[in-house]
């Protein structure tokens, strides 16, 4: 019984620092509230979440692995951003994030596409369009993730009632 109630409070604790990995990019938040979803899984015997709806947050899961690598690039793409801004943003968000903690996390991808795209000798109203889409990219694919990591701390809560 006691075994139980930790690895409950473990998956939760997971799924939550989960939610905490979309904000701060150094953690892998989807997979680690996938994780915390199938340690629960386990310590309920998969009765009240069964294995199917786990396989299925898996291939949410993945799904939205990839889409968070696609969506910068989506979003940087449609507004005509070159490889310079789109590497520019990459290294800004980590860059910004060891320098400037959460704000970094979105001023970096921002002034790096910036930078990037000023670098390719873009004039700067056309490089700050560039800018603005990976941004939007970037916010685009982390609210679909903390979407993701909600929706599985909403099964998993109903499950235990």
């Known amino acids: 019984m006691i075994q139980e109630v930790l690895l409950i409070l473990l998956a939760f604790i997971l799924v939550l620092s989960g939610a905490v990995g979309v904000i701060m990019p150094l953690l892998p938040?989807?997979?680690m509230a996938w994780f915390g979803m199938l340690i629960f899984g386990f310590a309920t015997d998969f009765i009240s979440l069964s294995q199917e709806t786990i396989l299925i947050f898996l291939g949410l899961t993945i799904l939205t692995m990839v889409l968070d690598l696609v969506a910068p690039i989506i979003g940087a793409k449609r507004y005509r951003a070159s490889k310079y801004g789109m590497g520019g943003a990459m290294l800004g968000l980590f860059l910004g994030f060891m320098m400037l903690g959460p704000i970094g996390i979105v001023a970096g991808p921002f002034i790096g596409a910036l930078l990037g795209e000023m670098l390719l000798g873009k004039e700067p109203e056309e490089?700050?369009?560039?800018?603005?889409?990976?941004?939007?990219?970037?916010?685009?694919g982390g609210i679909i993730k903390l979407s993701l990591i909600l929706v599985m701390l909403g099964f998993m809560l109903f499950s235990l009632f």
């Open 29 to 31: 938040g989807v997979p």
């Open 127 to 140: 490089a700050m369009q560039s800018a603005k889409g990976a941004i939007i990219g970037f916010l685009a």
